[in-house]
Structures are given as structure tokens and as C-alpha cells.
């Protein structure tokens, strides 16, 4: 097996949570490697009390038969580690993709994924999952789930 | 820092586990959802730091679980059974306040994996302290508030080593005793309800000794 051939396995893997978009689109696999016959996979938890963070290290074990799946529990995962195609995933799935790190800095603006109206309020900065906010959109008046960047 | 990091992470579980019990009866439908979001991120930061402390295949939750009351490091101050808003209120407050001192010092740590893990954490924790500003803001001129942080100072003072309280008065804006030492509810002592609140969280877990499964 390559290195491409894994890559592609772990594209086939859902988010469990969230199923529209893969591992790989959600930027949570860090590295694969192949040597001599044998892949290493680094894993990195995108927020560290996810219930599914287990499920998803079996489901790669799964997919990958024989992998090394090592779980990095550093620094290196961000929402800036979301795929541009998984952040279209997530904003046609209706929900609003988490701004970049440096643009959610420099301004507050969140965009409603229904209608991409600024015109959007916080209704609770925490939402079904650790991952998400609550806002509503005062344009079309959809109620939405922002993702937090972090 | 073995013992520094036991510490943070006894902190964590044991203040997650009392931030969890307002599932379903916080005062609104809002607190109920952020309550146990902000809960289930505690305990994840402390699974993950007891994990650091074990290894990558060690046993998290022997450790987490296993030991003799005694040897848990928590603070007092995450063992109080707060049964009103306000004062649950002023512990979110005091303890992320204390905490985002604590942590920064981390995230200055010559190991890179203690260094790593508390930046990462700190990323979550923005978002708490987002929301204990939040409520701080609404109530701080209310005089049920302010006795309540009064009444939980001595034992926030607590959670941090010495030479970071300075640091946690000056951001609280309250004085710290002269004799903090005596006067704090340290770390190393237990108010009586770290015991029942013990026995709830390892029930299953110690009458199903080889492990329970559903």
C-alpha cells in the first residue's frame, strides 16, 4: 500500500457527527506513512471531550488494516485545518463553516449559510455538540449552527 | 509538574462533574445546553492530561478512578456542592479566571507535550471564559453576586500555587489576605463532599470491576 492509497481510504471515513464531510476534510489526520509495508497514522482530536474521538480511531483502524494509529495530543489541530471542500460540505449542509483564525480576530462577522447574511446574532455560544454555536440569521430568520473557531 | 498537571487534571473532572449536574435543571434552556458542553469539555481535558501523565498506552481512567480519596489532588473549591445560581455563577467566573492564568503558564513549559496540550486546551477555554464574562457582566453590580464571590474567594485562592494568586487579585479585583496561606482552602485538604461525589462518579465502575458493557 502507498501513501496515496491510505489517503484515499480515509477520505471513504465519515465524520461521525457529521457526516457530510471526511476525516481528511475535517484536517484531523496529521500525517501518513508508509514504510516497508507498514502505515503509521497521526491522529489529532479536534476538541478534546468529543465522544466520538474513539469511534473515529477504531473506524480508521478499521478501514486501514494493520495501521498504527498514533493519537497526537498537541496543539497542531485548529479549525484552520478544515479542508476548503469540507468547509463547502459543511456550509451547503447548512451549517456556517468556522471563520479563519486571523479573520475571526480582526472582526465579528458571521454569515448566515441559508442566505450569506451578515445580519446574524448569537443566540448561545454553545450549541449540540462542544464544536458549535447557536446563532439566527435576522435576514431570512433561520436559526443556525456557527462553527466555533478555534 | 507530575504532581502540577495531577492537580489541573483533578480540577477539571471534579468541577466537570459539578458543572454537569446542572443538566437539565440550569434556570434556562441556554445554561442547560452551555453547561453541559462547557462540562464535557472539563472532563475532556482532563482525560487528555491524565493520559499525558500515564502514557500513550497507559490507563486513563485507573487513574482517574482508582485512587484512594486521599491522594486526589483537587482544590476544595471544585468539591462544593453549589446549589444556587449565583454562587455556581461566581465559581465559573473565579475558576476561569484562575485558570487562564494557570494555563498560560503551561503553554510556557520547556516540555513540548506539556506546552502542546495546554495550547490546545486553551483554545476550548476561550470559549468558557466568553461565557463567564458574559454572566459576570450581567451581574456584577447584583449584591447576591457579589457575596457569593466574597464567600468563594478564600477557597479560589486555593487553585493556584502561590506565586500566581498576585496575579488572580488583580484580575478578580479583590485583595488577597496577608496570610493567604492560612486563610485559603488549599489544595492537599477535602471539604466532606468530595467523598459522596466520588461514589456517584465510580459507582458503575467499582460493581463492575472487569468492566461494564453496554
Redesign the interface.
Known amino acids: 500500500m502507498v501513501e496515496a492509497e491510505v489517503w484515499g481510504l480515509l477520505e471513504e471515513i465519515p465524520d461521525p457527527e457529521i457526516p457530510v464531510i471526511s476525516l481528511v476534510d475535517l484536517g484531523v489526520i496529521r500525517s501518513v506513512d508508509v514504510s516497508n509495508g507498514h502505515v503509521r497514522i497521526e491522529f489529532t ?1 479536534t ?5 466520538a474521538l474513539e469511534y473515529m480511531k477504531r473506524a480508521i483502524e478499521e478501514k486501514v488494516p494493520g495501521a498504527e494509529v ?2 497526537i ?6 479549525t484552520d485545518k478544515i479542508t476548503a471542500a469540507g468547509r463547502e460540505k459543511l456550509r451547503e449542509a447548512g451549517f456556517a463553516p468556522p471563520a479563519p483564525r486571523l479573520i475571526q480576530l480582526q472582526s465579528q462577522v458571521h454569515k448566515c449559510p441559508y442566505c450569506g447574511s451578515t445580519e446574524t446574532r448569537l ?8 464544536c458549535r454555536s447557536l446563532r439566527y440569521c435576522d435576514s431570512c430568520r433561520q436559526p443556525f449552527e456557527q462553527f ?1 473557531t ?1 | 509538574m507530575r504532581e502540577q498537571l495531577l492537580a489541573i487534571a483533578d480540577d477539571e473532572l471534579f468541577l466537570g462533574w459539578r458543572e454537569s449536574e446542572w443538566t437539565g435543571i440550569a434556570p434556562m434552556l ?1 445554561e442547560d ?2 453547561f ?3 462540562a ?6 482532563a ?2 492530561i491524565y ?2 501523565l500515564v502514557g ?1 498506552d497507559g490507563d486513563a481512567d485507573a487513574l482517574a478512578f482508582d485512587r484512594p480519596l486521599e491522594e486526589y489532588r483537587c482544590a476544595p473549591f471544585v468539591e462544593l456542592h453549589l446549589l444556587d445560581w449565583a454562587h455556581t455563577i461566581a465559581r465559573r467566573w473565579l475558576y476561569e479566571t484562575a485558570d487562564e492564568i494557570r494555563i498560560a503558564a503551561l503553554k510556557a513549559d520547556a516540555d ?2 506539556v506546552a ?2 495546554a ?3 486553551d ?2 477555554e ?2 468558557h471564559r ?2 463567564a464574562e ?1 454572566w459576570h457582566e450581567h451581574l456584577k453590580d447584583e449584591p447576591r453576586f457579589r457575596d457569593a464571590v466574597e464567600e468563594l474567594w478564600p477557597y479560589a485562592i486555593g487553585m493556584l500555587p502561590e506565586e500566581l494568586r498576585a496575579d488572580l487579585a488583580g484580575r478578580i479585583g479583590l485583595t488577597l489576605p496577608s496570610d493567604n496561606l492560612s486563610q485559603a482552602h488549599e489544595r492537599g485538604t477535602h471539604t466532606d463532599e468530595l467523598a459522596p461525589m466520588w461514589e456517584e462518579m465510580t459507582e458503575v465502575r467499582r460493581s463492575a470491576p472487569a468492566g461494564a458493557q453496554w
Open positions: 482530536p476538541f478534546l471531550g468529543c465522544p498514533q493519537v495530543q498537541d496543539d497542531s489541530w485548529s443566540e448561545n455560544i454553545f450549541g449540540p455538540t462542544p466555533k478555534i | 441556554e445546553v452551555a453541559s458542553s462547557i464535557q469539555n472539563e472532563i475532556g481535558h482525560r487528555a493520559q499525558l500513550e513540548p507535550a502542546g496540550l495550547a490546545k486546551i483554545r476550548e476561550t470559549y466568553m461565557h458574559m
